[in-house]
């Protein structure tokens, strides 16, 4: 089983404009990205893999952590 991470310090970061926190949580969920282009398609979906991306960094900078912090 895989070790959780807190992810509320890299997601603060990236908010408060660090690229490389950004970059960092694209990579850890860049798998996700990965598998949802190609679900259900017979190849790779670069459009839907690009989009996908861009929704990731509008959630994260839009991520209230306050109101999850406590969870």
């Excluded at 996700?32 to 989009?51: L, N, T, V």
Aim: charged letters at 30%.
């Amino acid at each position: 089983m895989k070790e959780l991470t807190n992810l509320v310090p890299i997601i603060l970061a990236a908010q408060n404009g660090d690229k490389d926190a950004m970059t960092d949580l694209l990579e850890r969920f860049n798998p996700i990205c990965i598998r949802q282009a190609k679900y259900g398609r017979p190849r790779f979906d670069e459009d839907c893999y690009q989009e996908l991306r861009e929704h990731l960094i509008k959630v994260v900078l839009g991520f209230d952590v306050e109101k999850f912090k406590n969870l």
